[in-house]
């Protein structure tokens, strides 16, 4: 089955190859006329009539009608270049090589090497059999079958190069996913059960609730947790985180209803936040800003720390590249660390 470059090469030699034989017998012939006796322009400019509304069905006829016509002005000038005179049977040969190579083009050998042959005969009967005349259309037409299957070939490389690059592609798409997946996966991680850990080494909290936590983190990360994209008001959402974190958080929050999906991205990035604040600034307080503006969301956790460089922290940390600068993306908002000598500040914001 061909692909698609080598189907569109094939339709545009079947397309082009009726006209350029129709154009070329014709100037060819009104150079045959030019060349005929004085007693054969009768007959030529018959012939050359005949040459015409040749070319006529090579534009617009069927392939089938196409190829009669040239078989009828071959075998045509062929009969009567005896009594055309002058330079006829280079007329003749000339419309039999250019209506022979043009069939290589446009026809299978199954059609084109006996329709070839039998002009060629026709040629070899009404002139005599002449061996420089049957190399040049053996030739001729060897070449231009070797040359569209050159062609035919490139364009058949070109297709699989297309699919291996299509395949390519696909594979690199499913691997971003995959990659995605795995991202969004370690960032559940973080959130759940590395801070469920973080809870039962610092505080020492309950073995029930330390049950609940596990079962609850075990629906998040299995995918069981049912979560509705409805709207809630995530100011009272991260009120609460901002109760529960052992820090002294001084809070203002707006009231801001987002989706669902966005409120537990924000609930998860600011409760990292704070997290962060607890382990690295060393001052036990940290501040909480929700503000709504415009439609828009923006959460701010600052602190006023030693401060650090966003730039130095590893690749393999994913506190903020992971559990709040990827996440916030996912759910089409942005996340910003600014830091220094004096305080970090992480700014949330939904929509981006």
Known sequence: MAGQVEAEFLAAIARFAGPVRGVGVVLLSA??????????????????????????????GGRLVALAFAVVRVVAVCAAQGELGGQAGLWALNVLTTTAI????????????????????????????????????????????VAVLVVRRSTRRVDESRVRRAESERAEALAAERREREREYLALLHD?????????????????????YARRDLAVLTGTAEVRDSLVDVGISLRAVADRSPLRVETRADPASVP??????????????????????????????VVTAADRVVVTVADRGPGFDPDRVSGHRRGISGSIVARMAGVGGVAAVTSAAGGTTVRLAWPA
């Open 102 to 145: 043009t069939l290589q083009w446009e026809w299978n050998p199954r059609v084109a090497v006996p329709v070839t042959g039998a002009l060629l005969g026709v040629r070899l009967w009404t002139a005599g059999f002449d061996g420089a005349v049957v190399l040049r259309v053996v030739l001729e037409c060897s070449l231009a079958r």
């Open 192 to 212: 759940t059960a590395s801070a469920t850990f973080l809870v039962v080494a610092t505080e020492g909290t309950d073995p029930g609730a330390v049950a609940d």
């Open 31 to 60: 150079f045959g006329v030019c060349s005929s006796s004085d007693d054969g322009l009768p007959l030529a400019f018959a012939l050359f009539g005949l040459m015409v509304v040749g070319a006529v069905a090579d534009f617009v």
């Open 260 to 289: 669902t999906s966005v409120a537990l991205a924000l609930v998860r990035a600011v409760r990292e936040a704070l997290v962060n604040v607890e382990r690295h600034a060393g001052t036990g307080r940290a501040e909480l800003d």
